[in-house]
């Protein structure tokens, strides 16, 4: 089974600079996706960014970039010149991609982290 | 606005009660994924539904189920209700069609349920 871990409970950044929110995970399959999701206090689950797993290139959305290192299983999210409004719990996901190797129909399930809560000081 | 919407937004009733949380997937959608997110468990997956069937179970207890109806709307049933069961549901939809390599989930803001 695939497992997610953010081994970071709580981070905190001054307004305009630069955190690293850390991942890894656990798979044996060879296609597979991670996201980042933001929580702010509404609740409500957004999307920061996706990286594709045969894709070597790190993704990047605007301030959001991540570090994804295949090998060691790792996918770490840096937020750059850090907002008021970026203060939320984060969560790292995973999901099978179509051609993994561990076949069956069910490949659209996310399996999440236990979040990050990131705080921001002005 | 994610496009999916999840009725009631807030649930509050008492132990041994029924249920029933409603989802409608964004227009389009096929696929309907339902979420439990509680402070001891944290966000887990409980099943999936596609264009009406059943395609996979994560960690739904046997006291709840769910079924995805011809409009493609979802609902998530939970019975015999247990103090645990607080938490906050969410549904999510996504496309999932074969070739379509993002299939982005899209997640509703998520009904909170008190049993009290």
């Known amino acids: 089974a695939q497992t997610v871990t953010q081994s970071q409970p709580e981070m905190s950044v001054q307004e305009a600079e630069t955190v690293t929110l850390s991942c890894t995970y656990d798979t044996s399959e060879s296609d597979y996706y991670l996201f980042w999701y933001k929580q702010p206090p509404s609740r409500q689950m957004i999307l920061v960014i996706r990286q594709e797993a045969y894709k070597q290139q790190n993704a990047t959305e605007n301030r959001f970039s991540v570090n994804f290192q295949k090998a060691a299983k790792s996918f770490s999210l840096k937020i750059s010149d850090s907002q008021l409004g970026d203060a939320a719990m984060y969560f790292c996901a995973y999901r099978r991609g179509i051609r993994s190797n561990a076949g069956g129909t069910s490949y659209g399930k996310l399996t999440f982290g236990q979040g990050t809560i990131l705080t921001v000081h002005p | 606005d994610s496009g999916v919407t999840q009725t009631p937004k807030h649930l509050i009733t008492a132990t041994g009660q029924r249920v029933t949380l409603r989802c409608s997937p964004r227009s389009g959608d096929l696929s309907v994924y339902w979420y439990q997110q509680s402070l001891d468990q944290g966000l887990q997956f409980l099943i999936q539904y596609y264009n009406g069937e059943e395609r996979a179970k994560g960690n739904i207890l046997e006291r709840f189920s769910a079924q995805q109806f011809p409009d493609l709307h979802s609902e998530l049933n939970l019975s015999s209700l247990e103090l645990g069961d607080s938490a906050l549901y969410f549904c999510?939809?996504?496309?999932?069609?074969?070739?379509?390599?993002?299939?982005?989930?899209?997640f509703g803001p998520g009904t909170r349920l008190t049993v009290l």
């Open positions: 999510a939809s996504s496309v999932e069609m074969s070739g379509r390599a993002r299939n982005e989930q899209f």
